[in-house]
């Protein structure tokens, strides 16, 4: 069997994890230790995140021709790939707040929601709340006033209650 024949179901496997993903972010990870990976690796985890290391000549051949090629330049040294398949702004705000605190761990760059950011544009992307913590904003933006005008309400009739 040919070396391309054994590497194509990597190859598949980047494309079924990339397929009807939100974000991808490549991340430059050599000098993390143990503790430092299983910690970032549970958070992923825990927000729906995927995060996995590959070959970045299999990356590249995974990718080309999809919405995720504007990452190929960043598959230079050792790289894994973040992908959310319901945050677009998980990956690369996990990935920061941990590059924070590890100084090996980087953004490389990354596509959200299809296009491509890179390392500088992707810390922005990475300052994005999460979709729950907009939508609870937006939920109570929404509520506030609804609250406020049902409290003037509830005077007028209690004021009215009292004259009658």
Known sequence: MAKVELKQPIVDEIKGLLDG??????????????????????ELRENGV????????????????????????DLEGPTALAVSKTDAT???????????????????????????????AMAVVAEIPGRDVLLSRLLGSLQSPIANFARVINQVAEKNGDAA
């Open 21 to 42: 993903a939100h974000a991808a972010v490549a991340v430059e990870y050599l000098g993390i230790n143990v503790d430092q990976d299983t910690k970032l690796r549970k």
């Open 50 to 73: 995927i995060y996995k290391v590959f070959k970045n000549t299999l990356i590249k051949r995974a990718v080309a021709g999809t919405e995720f090629e504007g990452l190929i330049p």
């Open 90 to 120: 998980a990956p690369g705000r996990i990935i920061a707040k941990y590059a924070k605190e590890i100084k090996p761990l980087e953004l490389k760059g990354g596509v959200v929601e299809g296009s491509y950011y890179d390392r500088k």
